[in-house]
Protein backbone atom coordinates (compact mmCIF):
# COMPACT_ATOMS: atom_id res chain seq x y z
CA UNK A 1 0.00 0.00 0.00
CA UNK A 2 1.28 3.30 -1.21
CA UNK A 3 2.45 5.34 2.49
CA UNK A 4 1.05 8.61 1.12
CA UNK A 5 -2.05 9.26 -0.46
CA UNK A 6 -2.81 13.01 -2.19
CA UNK A 7 -5.99 14.44 -0.32
CA UNK A 8 -8.52 17.03 -2.14
CA UNK A 9 -7.95 20.84 -0.24
CA UNK A 10 -7.84 21.49 2.95
CA UNK A 11 -9.58 19.38 5.82
CA UNK A 12 -11.87 20.66 8.51
CA UNK A 13 -12.48 19.18 12.30
CA UNK A 14 -14.12 16.35 12.33
CA UNK A 15 -16.71 14.43 14.94
CA UNK A 16 -14.17 12.70 17.10
CA UNK A 17 -12.37 15.67 17.83
CA UNK A 18 -9.87 17.78 15.65
CA UNK A 19 -6.88 15.41 15.63
CA UNK A 20 -8.78 12.29 14.33
CA UNK A 21 -7.17 11.04 11.44
CA UNK A 22 -9.59 8.27 10.16
CA UNK A 23 -10.22 8.55 6.29
CA UNK A 24 -13.30 10.51 5.87
CA UNK A 25 -13.28 11.93 9.23
CA UNK A 26 -13.01 15.52 8.01
CA UNK A 27 -15.14 17.60 5.47
CA UNK A 28 -13.46 19.51 2.38
CA UNK A 29 -12.62 23.02 2.57
CA UNK A 30 -13.91 24.56 -0.23
CA UNK A 31 -10.61 26.91 -0.56
CA UNK A 32 -9.09 26.26 -3.86
CA UNK A 33 -4.96 26.44 -2.43
CA UNK A 34 -3.09 24.79 -5.41
CA UNK A 35 0.09 25.94 -5.67
CA UNK A 36 -0.21 28.57 -3.17
CA UNK A 37 2.86 27.17 -1.16
CA UNK A 38 5.11 27.12 -4.46
CA UNK A 39 5.54 31.19 -4.30
CA UNK A 40 7.68 33.25 -2.20
CA UNK A 41 7.17 35.49 0.55
CA UNK A 42 4.53 35.17 3.45
CA UNK A 43 1.17 32.84 2.35
CA UNK A 44 -1.99 33.52 4.20
CA UNK A 45 -5.59 33.95 2.94
CA UNK A 46 -7.45 37.03 5.04
CA UNK A 47 -10.77 36.71 6.63
CA UNK A 48 -12.51 39.09 8.27
CA UNK A 49 -12.28 37.07 11.49
CA UNK A 50 -8.92 35.89 11.77
CA UNK A 51 -5.97 37.97 12.53
CA UNK A 52 -2.63 38.07 10.51
CA UNK A 53 0.32 35.83 11.15
CA UNK A 54 2.96 37.60 13.39
CA UNK A 55 5.55 39.62 11.74
CA UNK A 56 8.72 37.63 12.35
CA UNK A 57 12.34 37.32 10.69
CA UNK A 58 12.78 33.76 10.11
CA UNK A 59 14.18 33.45 6.04
CA UNK A 60 11.05 30.46 6.02
CA UNK A 61 8.45 28.98 8.82
CA UNK A 62 5.05 27.09 8.40
CA UNK A 63 2.35 26.68 10.98
CA UNK A 64 0.38 23.51 10.16
CA UNK A 65 -2.85 21.91 12.01
CA UNK A 66 -1.65 18.00 12.62
CA UNK A 67 -4.57 16.60 12.02
CA UNK A 68 -6.39 17.64 9.21
CA UNK A 69 -2.86 18.61 7.62
CA UNK A 70 -4.16 22.47 7.11
CA UNK A 71 -1.37 24.66 6.07
CA UNK A 72 -2.38 28.06 8.12
CA UNK A 73 0.18 29.89 6.92
CA UNK A 74 3.52 29.99 6.00
CA UNK A 75 6.69 31.95 4.22
CA UNK A 76 9.32 30.16 1.47
CA UNK A 77 8.01 26.70 2.66
CA UNK A 78 9.81 25.00 -0.21
CA UNK A 79 13.27 27.32 -0.06
CA UNK A 80 15.90 24.70 0.35
CA UNK A 81 17.99 25.62 3.44
CA UNK A 82 20.65 23.94 5.52
CA UNK A 83 18.25 21.52 8.60
CA UNK A 84 21.31 21.19 11.30
CA UNK A 85 19.68 18.67 13.74
CA UNK A 86 16.38 19.25 12.54
CA UNK A 87 17.39 16.52 10.22
CA UNK A 88 17.59 14.00 13.34
CA UNK A 89 13.72 13.97 13.28
CA UNK A 90 14.28 11.95 9.53
CA UNK A 91 16.98 10.08 11.18
CA UNK A 92 14.21 9.17 13.59
CA UNK A 93 11.68 8.33 11.52
CA UNK A 94 13.89 6.21 9.31
CA UNK A 95 16.12 4.07 12.30
CA UNK A 96 13.97 4.66 14.85
CA UNK A 97 11.55 1.47 13.80
CA UNK A 98 14.15 -0.90 13.44
CA UNK A 99 15.15 -1.92 16.87
CA UNK A 100 14.11 -2.61 20.09
CA UNK A 101 14.13 0.01 22.79
CA UNK A 102 15.26 -2.94 25.11
CA UNK A 103 18.24 -4.01 22.76
CA UNK A 104 21.46 -3.57 24.50
CA UNK A 105 24.68 -2.53 22.29
CA UNK A 106 28.32 -2.15 23.50
CA UNK A 107 29.88 0.88 21.98
CA UNK A 108 32.95 0.67 19.70
CA UNK A 109 35.71 2.87 18.53
CA UNK A 110 34.62 2.15 15.06
CA UNK A 111 31.19 3.13 15.91
CA UNK A 112 32.49 6.73 16.65
CA UNK A 113 34.81 6.92 14.08
CA UNK A 114 33.73 10.08 11.80
CA UNK A 115 31.91 12.44 13.98
CA UNK A 116 33.08 15.66 12.90
CA UNK A 117 34.80 18.07 14.86
CA UNK A 118 32.41 20.66 16.15
CA UNK A 119 29.62 18.31 16.65
CA UNK A 120 27.35 18.31 19.52
CA UNK A 121 28.01 14.97 21.67
CA UNK A 122 25.62 12.73 24.02
CA UNK A 123 28.88 12.00 26.25
CA UNK A 124 29.05 8.26 25.22
CA UNK A 125 31.55 6.38 26.42
CA UNK A 126 33.85 3.21 24.00
CA UNK A 127 33.31 0.00 25.63
CA UNK A 128 30.74 0.70 27.82
CA UNK A 129 27.01 -1.43 26.80
CA UNK A 130 24.03 0.44 26.17
CA UNK A 131 20.22 0.00 26.07
CA UNK A 132 18.97 1.19 22.75
CA UNK A 133 16.46 3.71 24.14
CA UNK A 134 19.97 5.40 25.69
CA UNK A 135 21.54 6.15 22.43
CA UNK A 136 17.77 7.79 21.60
CA UNK A 137 17.63 9.99 24.48
CA UNK A 138 21.34 10.72 23.53
CA UNK A 139 19.57 11.61 19.78
CA UNK A 140 16.94 13.48 20.84
CA UNK A 141 18.16 15.06 24.81
CA UNK A 142 21.89 16.21 23.39
CA UNK A 143 21.29 15.94 19.44
CA UNK A 144 24.28 14.06 20.08
CA UNK A 145 26.30 12.66 16.92
CA UNK A 146 28.23 10.05 18.81
CA UNK A 147 24.46 8.62 19.47
CA UNK A 148 23.61 8.76 15.45
CA UNK A 149 26.87 7.84 14.77
CA UNK A 150 26.70 4.36 16.91
CA UNK A 151 22.82 3.92 15.75
CA UNK A 152 24.13 3.95 12.06
CA UNK A 153 26.25 1.83 12.36
CA UNK A 154 23.57 -0.76 13.88
CA UNK A 155 21.63 0.09 11.23
CA UNK A 156 24.59 -0.91 8.56
CA UNK A 157 26.34 1.79 8.16
CA UNK A 158 26.83 5.48 7.38
CA UNK A 159 26.21 5.64 3.95
CA UNK A 160 23.29 3.16 4.12
CA UNK A 161 21.93 5.17 6.27
CA UNK A 162 22.24 8.25 4.80
CA UNK A 163 20.39 6.38 1.47
CA UNK A 164 17.89 4.98 3.97
CA UNK A 165 17.02 8.51 5.25
CA UNK A 166 16.65 9.66 1.30
CA UNK A 167 14.35 6.84 0.81
CA UNK A 168 12.34 7.81 3.41
CA UNK A 169 12.12 11.41 2.61
CA UNK A 170 10.92 10.42 -0.74
CA UNK A 171 7.55 8.06 0.20
CA UNK A 172 7.06 10.83 2.40
CA UNK A 173 6.76 13.53 -0.28
CA UNK A 174 9.65 15.64 0.99
CA UNK A 175 10.85 16.55 -2.59
CA UNK A 176 12.97 19.91 -1.19
CA UNK A 177 15.27 17.62 1.21
CA UNK A 178 19.08 16.09 -0.11
CA UNK A 179 20.23 14.49 3.20
CA UNK A 180 24.24 14.49 2.95
CA UNK A 181 24.74 13.94 6.50
CA UNK A 182 22.60 11.99 8.72
CA UNK A 183 23.15 13.93 11.93
CA UNK A 184 22.51 17.39 10.39
CA UNK A 185 26.14 18.64 10.34
CA UNK A 186 26.43 21.62 7.84
CA UNK A 187 27.64 19.42 4.51
CA UNK A 188 27.57 20.49 1.22
CA UNK A 189 24.61 19.74 -0.85
CA UNK A 190 22.80 19.30 2.25
CA UNK A 191 18.96 21.26 1.94
CA UNK A 192 16.10 20.49 3.38
CA UNK A 193 12.85 23.14 3.61
CA UNK A 194 9.90 24.31 6.25
CA UNK A 195 7.50 22.01 4.47
CA UNK A 196 9.93 18.96 4.74
CA UNK A 197 10.48 19.31 8.04
CA UNK A 198 6.99 19.56 8.80
CA UNK A 199 6.53 16.25 7.03
CA UNK A 200 8.91 14.73 9.35
CA UNK A 201 7.90 15.97 12.67
CA UNK A 202 4.37 14.54 11.80
CA UNK A 203 5.16 11.34 10.89
CA UNK A 204 7.75 11.41 14.12
CA UNK A 205 4.62 11.90 16.20
CA UNK A 206 2.76 8.95 14.78
CA UNK A 207 5.53 7.07 16.59
CA UNK A 208 4.66 6.30 20.41
CA UNK A 209 9.03 5.94 20.83
CA UNK A 210 9.56 9.01 18.78
CA UNK A 211 6.53 11.30 20.48
CA UNK A 212 8.39 9.81 23.75
CA UNK A 213 11.60 11.16 23.85
CA UNK A 214 10.65 14.13 21.81
CA UNK A 215 8.89 14.97 25.05
CA UNK A 216 11.32 14.32 27.48
CA UNK A 217 13.28 16.91 29.29
CA UNK A 218 15.84 14.93 31.75
CA UNK A 219 17.00 11.98 32.00
CA UNK A 220 19.56 9.52 32.86
CA UNK A 221 22.32 7.89 30.06
CA UNK A 222 22.16 5.30 30.41
CA UNK A 223 18.99 5.22 32.29
CA UNK A 224 20.21 2.38 34.49
CA UNK A 225 22.79 3.82 36.17
CA UNK A 226 25.98 3.01 37.49
CA UNK A 227 29.33 5.23 38.39
CA UNK A 228 29.44 6.06 34.73
CA UNK A 229 25.73 7.15 34.31
CA UNK A 230 25.29 11.29 34.34
CA UNK A 231 22.35 13.96 33.89
CA UNK A 232 21.28 14.99 30.84
CA UNK A 233 19.23 17.92 29.77
CA UNK A 234 17.00 18.75 26.49
CA UNK A 235 18.76 21.34 24.88
CA UNK A 236 15.35 22.46 23.45
CA UNK A 237 14.87 25.47 25.47
CA UNK A 238 11.18 26.35 24.86
CA UNK A 239 10.60 22.88 26.46
CA UNK A 240 12.47 22.92 29.28
CA UNK A 241 12.97 26.60 29.87
CA UNK A 242 16.11 28.05 29.76
CA UNK A 243 18.54 30.58 28.75
CA UNK A 244 16.14 33.11 29.63
CA UNK A 245 13.66 31.29 27.47
CA UNK A 246 10.01 30.85 29.18
CA UNK A 247 8.43 26.92 28.69
CA UNK A 248 5.72 27.04 26.06
CA UNK A 249 2.56 25.33 27.46
CA UNK A 250 1.40 22.30 26.04
CA UNK A 251 4.85 22.43 23.98
CA UNK A 252 5.38 18.44 23.16
CA UNK A 253 8.71 19.04 22.09
CA UNK A 254 10.47 17.38 18.82
CA UNK A 255 13.90 18.72 17.16
CA UNK A 256 15.81 22.09 18.03
CA UNK A 257 19.34 22.73 15.39
CA UNK A 258 22.15 25.18 15.04
CA UNK A 259 25.17 25.06 12.36
CA UNK A 260 27.13 28.13 11.43
CA UNK A 261 25.35 27.65 7.77
CA UNK A 262 21.61 27.13 9.13
CA UNK A 263 21.34 29.23 12.14
CA UNK A 264 19.23 28.19 14.09
CA UNK A 265 16.22 25.80 13.42
CA UNK A 266 13.38 24.17 15.39
CA UNK A 267 10.04 21.91 14.63
CA UNK A 268 8.28 22.25 17.22
CA UNK A 269 4.73 20.45 18.01
CA UNK A 270 2.12 21.89 20.76
CA UNK A 271 -1.43 20.87 21.73
CA UNK A 272 -4.19 22.90 23.45
CA UNK A 273 -8.03 22.74 23.83
CA UNK A 274 -7.59 19.01 21.59
CA UNK A 275 -5.81 20.50 18.89
CA UNK A 276 -2.02 20.21 17.74
CA UNK A 277 -0.17 22.58 15.30
CA UNK A 278 3.41 22.15 14.46
CA UNK A 279 5.28 25.34 13.46
CA UNK A 280 8.74 24.82 11.62
CA UNK A 281 11.11 27.65 11.76
CA UNK A 282 14.56 28.09 9.96
CA UNK A 283 17.22 30.95 10.24
CA UNK A 284 15.82 34.17 12.15
CA UNK A 285 17.77 36.75 10.72
CA UNK A 286 16.61 39.07 14.45
CA UNK A 287 20.37 38.42 15.65
CA UNK A 288 18.54 37.46 19.14
CA UNK A 289 19.82 34.29 20.68
CA UNK A 290 16.45 32.93 21.38
CA UNK A 291 15.00 33.97 18.12
CA UNK A 292 14.21 30.78 16.64
CA UNK A 293 11.84 29.99 20.30
CA UNK A 294 10.26 33.17 20.69
CA UNK A 295 9.41 33.54 16.76
CA UNK A 296 8.18 29.87 16.94
CA UNK A 297 6.19 30.70 19.96
CA UNK A 298 4.76 33.96 17.84
CA UNK A 299 3.36 31.34 15.49
CA UNK A 300 2.09 28.83 17.82
CA UNK A 301 -0.06 31.45 19.62
CA UNK A 302 -1.47 32.89 16.84
CA UNK A 303 -1.76 29.30 15.32
CA UNK A 304 -4.61 28.37 18.44
CA UNK A 305 -6.14 31.71 17.46
CA UNK A 306 -6.54 31.08 14.08
CA UNK A 307 -6.83 27.79 13.49
CA UNK A 308 -10.99 27.26 14.21
CA UNK A 309 -11.27 29.98 11.40
CA UNK A 310 -8.70 30.30 8.93
CA UNK A 311 -8.47 29.44 5.85
CA UNK A 312 -5.72 27.09 4.43
CA UNK A 313 -3.03 28.08 2.03
CA UNK A 314 -1.71 24.27 1.05
CA UNK A 315 -2.35 21.28 2.67
CA UNK A 316 -0.29 18.28 3.59
CA UNK A 317 -0.36 14.40 1.94
CA UNK A 318 -2.53 12.68 4.22
CA UNK A 319 -0.78 9.37 5.91
CA UNK A 320 -2.30 6.52 4.94
CA UNK A 321 -2.96 3.52 7.11
CA UNK A 322 -0.05 1.11 6.90
CA UNK A 323 2.92 0.20 5.72
CA UNK A 324 4.18 -0.02 2.21
CA UNK A 325 5.70 -3.25 1.37
CA UNK A 326 9.12 -2.05 1.33
CA UNK A 327 9.06 -0.16 4.81
CA UNK A 328 10.39 -1.83 8.10
CA UNK A 329 8.20 -4.09 10.08
CA UNK A 330 8.37 -2.23 13.57
CA UNK A 331 9.66 -4.33 16.41
CA UNK A 332 8.28 -4.64 19.86
CA UNK A 333 9.48 -1.05 21.77
CA UNK A 334 8.32 -1.85 25.16
CA UNK A 335 7.21 -3.94 27.55
CA UNK A 336 4.14 -2.43 28.34
CA UNK A 337 1.13 -4.01 26.25
CA UNK A 338 0.08 -0.89 25.04
CA UNK A 339 -0.93 -0.57 21.32
CA UNK A 340 -0.24 3.10 19.75
CA UNK A 341 -3.04 4.59 17.81
CA UNK A 342 -2.19 6.54 14.32
CA UNK A 343 -3.15 9.74 15.17
CA UNK A 344 -0.67 11.71 16.36
CA UNK A 345 -2.39 12.71 20.29
CA UNK A 346 0.19 14.73 21.66
CA UNK A 347 0.93 14.86 25.54
CA UNK A 348 0.83 18.42 26.95
CA UNK A 349 3.80 19.59 29.40
CA UNK A 350 4.35 22.58 31.72
CA UNK A 351 7.24 23.97 32.98
CA UNK A 352 7.27 21.85 36.09
CA UNK A 353 6.47 18.38 34.95
CA UNK A 354 8.73 15.89 33.58
CA UNK A 355 6.63 15.09 30.73
CA UNK A 356 6.22 11.36 29.95
CA UNK A 357 4.29 10.90 26.60
CA UNK A 358 2.18 7.33 26.18
CA UNK A 359 -0.17 6.33 24.36
CA UNK A 360 -3.15 3.60 24.25
CA UNK A 361 -5.89 2.73 22.08
CA UNK A 362 -9.60 2.59 23.78
CA UNK A 363 -12.88 1.87 22.06
CA UNK A 364 -13.71 5.32 21.75
CA UNK A 365 -10.41 6.43 19.87
CA UNK A 366 -6.93 7.28 20.98
CA UNK A 367 -6.43 9.52 24.19
CA UNK A 368 -2.68 11.02 24.54
CA UNK A 369 -1.82 10.49 28.30
CA UNK A 370 0.57 11.93 30.42
CA UNK A 371 2.67 10.06 33.24
CA UNK A 372 4.44 12.67 35.14
CA UNK A 373 8.10 11.95 36.06
CA UNK A 374 8.07 11.13 40.18
CA UNK A 375 9.42 13.00 42.52
CA UNK A 376 13.15 13.93 43.34
CA UNK A 377 14.00 15.04 39.73
CA UNK A 378 15.38 18.57 40.84
CA UNK A 379 17.96 16.72 43.97
CA UNK A 380 18.65 13.83 41.20
CA UNK A 381 19.53 16.76 39.07
CA UNK A 382 21.61 19.08 41.45
CA UNK A 383 23.48 15.53 42.34
CA UNK A 384 24.77 14.63 38.62
CA UNK A 385 26.39 16.57 36.05
CA UNK A 386 26.49 15.66 32.40
CA UNK A 387 29.84 16.27 31.20
CA UNK A 388 31.22 18.84 28.96
CA UNK A 389 29.77 18.82 25.37
CA UNK A 390 28.79 20.82 22.45
CA UNK A 391 24.94 21.34 22.35
CA UNK A 392 24.60 22.65 19.32
CA UNK A 393 23.41 25.70 20.66
CA UNK A 394 24.86 29.15 20.86
CA UNK A 395 25.51 30.78 24.13
Known amino acids: MSLLAVPGPAAADGPHGVDDLRPGAHVADPVDVSGRL ?15 PPDVTALSWMVTDMASGK ?6 AHRPLPPASTLKALFAVTVLPKFSQEEVHTVSLRDLAGIEAGSSLAGLKEDLPYRVADLWQGVFLRSGSDAVHTLASMNGGWDKTID ?5 ARRLGARDTTVQSADGF ?9 YDLTLFGRAGLTDPDFAYFASTKQAELPEDGGPDAFG ?26 YTTHAGNTLIAAARRDGRTLLVTVMNPQSGSRNAVYEETRSLLDWGFEAAPRAAAVGV ?10 DEPQRVAHRSQSVTPHKAAVAAQTDADAHAR ?3 YLSAAGAVGVIALAGLGTGLWWRRRKAPASRDGEPD
Open 38 to 52: DRRGVQFLPRRDVPE
Open 71 to 76: VLAAKD
Open 164 to 168: DMQET
Open 186 to 194: DTPGQFSSA
Open 232 to 257: IQNTNRLLVGSHGVRPYNGLIGVKNG
Open 316 to 325: LPVMAAGNSG
Open 357 to 359: YWW
